[in-house]
């Protein structure tokens, strides 16, 4: 008789765990002791350099993600990456989810473009640690696809929507409104952006005529796919509304408060181009109202003659309506002969055409093609072989096309006003186009501030170890954008820095303690001990250039540590808070003592919009782009652009000024950072026009700041230097300055 072998000891349940935690956070985590078939979430990280992602399996409730071995359980060697950069851990009210938070990292961390500070992760989630346009970011992918019964149960609500007697009967009254026969044209204007003078385009390309394709088999077989794929891949099963879509759309913006999943089918998004009765507003009566109109089309015409349509008229950006125009333009062939490549290429522009064109955002675009064809691999619309072929070619775009966009005057400038315009208008109405834009850009600034940043990292930007900067000017009395340049070349890399970026600001930030101070009725004079500083738990050096004690006005001048500390002691770090936020700092701050000497992140548009309110006897305009949104669809003389109807209008929006403080205080402040200029850290900036202002250097010199203004001239003008990677700088926050006084010096005397 055979013996049966020895049963192994038993274990509890929480020596599995304990064991397993161990494993994970040596990066060699062993499923093997998990029973057979459970699965449980993985995180597949993928470093910049690897081809071949790390897999982690989710067994534990909490870990640790960056580049510090001791601090973190799971270990990221990338430059982009923090020490500690982000941390994840199981959702309490749903044990089945994780949450990834941003641990205070210096380049955070990212869903698509959008930089967030936490997010509950669902199945194929894909997140960089640092914006997706720097180079060798990071990659975390959740994986953890649902179990088989739940796609049966969604899958079972299939047809409820449109069931109802009542609202079969009220979608009919409705409808009588709405005359689908002959169809219109919906091929309008672009959206055109002019500087402050409303005659100069930031985007000059001529419009050549409007060219469509009559039979949808005369278009490349590859169009029709990738379009599907990417919009609507169940198109030829649903009548107009897809019921599934919306079901599902719903179920994932409820987890996540918030819009991250559309359901407008193709034939939807027709109605809505084709049909302005039915309005552009982000409201369930627009909803309703396009879902009526995509149910009459599809009663009258057949799918072929929809899809043929949306080909022909869908907009593509820089004036380019259909496929056909916009073929013609980027790779100078017919929409009948485009390349599985080159059609997946244009359908990724449709989310936001004028920010994901391939000339001005080569990189984007190549990801977001890709995405589209692995998406038609995956419905096997083309094979494996033709999917992997495609993924691995370049996109050739036309020089012709390259010329047109490249001349384009402020790109920065030009991409951020879309971004505002979706801000102001919700994605869905601002990607429809046909708006006239003005802007408060000044085209003379712009090309100033391009050449002196280009100029500046040319010319001492090896010496000193930077290779990037940020310009940006704002009017003051109106927070009016007057130039902005997000970095030395815009072909080389789209990541503004001037809005996107996230810097420490240094010494700068010194100034909302003092205004704090002041403002709780502490007076400048007061004098302040220059001895060392121990708050909180945490040590500070004694004064560096100052002796003593001394007031305010040489503190700041001097930009000594020591007493701005203790003025943020005397005004409490709770009111410096509310005071960088009555300013305009969004960004998330610290309660610390280093929160004094700029160790908590910000934008330079932030920090420039609160110098400006300084400038302007403290009363506070939201930096912006955009002062008009007019309707180019809607005018009374359509040679006329002032004759539009007027969609948005900076004035009328009270939330975009405010008194934040007083005019005496703005007047203190003045004088306080006119000493910097002076006397004090920031002369290289001097101008000789009463000019004023703050040097901000970090920690191993890694960011270099200048904010200044000068009074007189209601301008303001914030400048940033140093790397994307975060590395070390050998200069000091004198090249800034020097950078704000040549640029200023010029930029003023032409004015």
Known sequence: ?????????????????????????????????????????????????????????????????????????????????????????????????FILKDEHSTNGIYLNRRRLKSLSLRHGDVITLGPPELAKTAKLTYHNPPPVWQKVISYSFYGMIGLSTLLTCAIIWESRKYSVYPLPSGVNGPVVIYARDNKTSLNPISKQTHQEINDLRDFSSYLPKALM??????????????????????????????????????????????????????????????????????????????????????????????????????????????????????????????????????????????????RMA??????????????????????????????????????????????????????????????????????????????????????????????????????????????????????????????????????????????????????YSCRGVFWMGQRYKPCERSGGA???????AQSENAIALRIAQDAGLNRVIEMAKKLGVESELTRSPGL??????????????????????????RPHAIRRILDGGDCSDVNNPQTCRVIYDFKEDKNNTKQAISPQLAQTLTNLLRGVIKSGTGRAASIGLGEVGKTGTTDKAVDLWFMGYVPSRKVVTGVWLGNDNNAPTKGSSGQAAALWGNYMGEGLAAN
């Open 1 to 97: 008789m055979t013996q049966k072998p020895p049963s192994p000891p038993k274990q509890n349940l929480s020596q599995l765990v304990t064991q397993a935690v161990q494993k994970l956070a040596k990066g060699k985590l062993n499923t093997s002791n998990l029973k057979q078939g459970v699965k449980v979430p993985e995180l597949w990280i993928q470093d910049g350099e690897e081809k071949r992602p790390q897999i982690y399996s989710l067994i534990g409730d909490r870990y640790i993600l960056g580049r510090s071995s001791r601090s973190c359980d799971i270990t990221i060697v990338n430059a982009v990456v923090s020490q500690v950069h982000c941390s994840l851990h199981r959702d309490k009210k749903n044990p089945h989810r």
């Open 229 to 374: 794929a990417s919009e609507d891949s169940r198109f030829y099963w649903h009548f107009g509304v897809d019921p599934y879509g919306i079901i599902r759309a719903l179920v994932i913006n409820s987890q996540n408060e918030g819009i991250r999943q559309g359901a407008s089918t193709l034939t939807q998004q027709l109605a809505r181009s084709l049909f302005p009765e039915v309005g552009r507003e982000n409201t369930a009566g627009r909803k309703l109202r396009e879902m009526i109109v995509a149910l009459k089309l599809e009663a009258v015409y057949s799918k072929n003659k929809i899809l043929t349509t949306y080909l022909n008229q869908v907009y593509l950006g820089v004036g380019n309506y259909g496929f056909e125009d916009a073929a013609q333009f980027y790779f100078e062939k017919s929409a009948r002969d485009v390349t599985l490549a080159e059609a997946a290429t244009l359908v990724a522009m449709l989310p936001a055409p004028n920010l994901y064109n391939p000339v001005q955002n080569y990189d984007t675009s190549v990801q977001l093609r890709n995405r589209v064809i692995t």
């Open 378 to 527: 995956a419905l096997k619309m083309i094979t494996l072989e033709e999917a992997a072929r495609a993924r691995r070619s370049r996109i050739e775009i036309s020089p012709k096309a390259t010329k047109a966009l490249s001349n384009s005057i402020a790109p920065y400038f030009y991409g951020y006003v879309f971004q505002e315009l979706r801000s102001l208008l919700g994605n869905e109405v601002a990607k429809e186009g046909n708006f006239i834009v003005e802007t408060g850009l000044d085209p003379t600034l712009q090309t100033k501030a391009e050449k002196e940043l280009k100029n500046k990292v040319k010319t001492a930007g090896k010496t000193y170890g930077f290779d990037q900067g940020a310009m940006v000017t704002l009017d003051s009395q109106t927070g009016e954008i007057l130039a902005l340049v997000g970095g030395v070349d815009y072909k080389q890399s789209q990541f503004n820095r001037v809005t996107q970026a996230k810097r420490q600001p240094g010494s700068t930030f010194k100034v909302f303690a003092y205004a704090a101070a002041i403002e709780k009725g502490i007076s400048p004079g007061k004098v």
């Open 550 to 556: 001394v007031d305010m006005y040489r503190g700041l």
């Open 596 to 621: 004094i000497l700029g160790q908590s992140e910000v934008t330079v548009l932030e920090m420039a919009g609160a110098y400006a309110t300084f400038a302007n006897q403290g009363v506070w305009n």
